[in-house]
């Protein structure tokens, strides 16, 4: 059964540590913002962070030093361009460098769906006649040995920790997702450790087909966090915060004033919910 008795600092303290490697999935909402804000907080390093579609909250935690490698699918700040802390990262290694392992998303969901069976590699069509696999080496073309057809391998992901953010747990660690679901199962099921943070915690999960998304034997801790996906949306709970999305370009795009703004409103707050009142949003708070 998870633990439920952790504030979000607790929880990251206990199992997220330097030299780790952690996936912070949800795809387009429920991105946990609030977990990546409080490994930036904790000041943890040396990171191989690990997402499909990596988008400002890891651009935060690549220009705060977290990060030693990128494994991903198309990085940017979605709708907006491109990611400018990955970028400065990855040209000019400020404020160090950072090792990329760049695949197509297809690539990132036969990696985790291999991690999650416990697989040493994930098959796909993919990637046959791109030039990704001169620049990636792990990348392999491979021939079935059924077919003897041409088909590419990936190797399975396996973080030490994966960290979602949900609508609703139920008080035994049960955790219900509605809305798109991207790769959270399958990161879930593919890591060491599972840590949730939920917007309500509640006595029981009303009845619903495959409502239960990651069951609670899988979950070391799942902490309430309203309003953990801020800026993203969490669907049913609140919208996208889109100005956000459009600020933040500007912002990171000039080294100082990223580091004014990540110490003003994530290193100078307690907690997520200081966080989302330093900014004076309509965000739940």
């Given amino acids: 059964m998870a633990e439920l008795g952790f504030t979000l600092s607790d929880a990251i303290s206990r199992y997220v540590h330097d030299g780790a490697s952690i996936a912070l999935e949800g795809f387009t909402h429920l991105i946990p913002f609030a977990a990546g804000h409080e490994i930036i907080r904790q000041r943890i390093r040396d990171l191989h962070l690990i997402r499909m579609t990596p988008d400002i909250v890891y651009d935060q935690m690549i220009g705060m030093g977290c990060a030693r490698k990128l494994t991903f699918s198309w990085g940017g700040n ?11 990262a990855v040209e000019h290694a400020w404020p160090r460098p950072v090792e990329i392992n760049e695949h197509s998303h297809a690539g990132m969901a036969a990696a985790f769906t291999a991690g999650a069976s416990r697989l040493p590699f994930g098959v796909l069509r993919g990637y046959l006649g791109t ?27 396996n973080p030490d920790v994966t960290i ?35 917007e309500e915690l509640v006595d029981a999960l009303p009845p619903a087909l495959n409502a239960i998304v990651i069951p609670h034997w899988i979950v070391a801790a799942v902490v309430p966090c309203l309003g953990g996906a801020y800026p993203s949306y969490a669907h049913g709970y609140y919208e996208r915060d889109n100005a956000f999305y459009q600020a933040w370009d500007s912002i990171s795009r000039d080294r100082e ?5 990540m110490e003003e409103h994530v290193l100078g707050t307690a907690d997520h919910r200081q966080f989302l009142a330093s900014l004076q949003t309509s965000a739940p708070a």
């Fill in 257 to 261: 004033r990223f580091i004014h703004w």
């Fill in 78 to 88: 979605p709708g907006v361009g491109s990611l400018h802390r990955l970028r400065d």
């Fill in 131 to 157: 030039d990704l696999p001169a620049h990636n080496p792990n990348v392999r073309r491979i021939a079935c040995p059924f077919t003897g057809q041409s088909v590419t391998a990936v190797p399975a992901i």
């Fill in 164 to 198: 979602l953010h949900a609508q609703r747990a139920d008080r035994a660690g049960n955790v219900s997702i509605t809305g798109i679901l991207g790769a959270a199962r399958e990161a879930a099921f593919a890591a060491k450790t599972v840590l949730v943070t939920v």
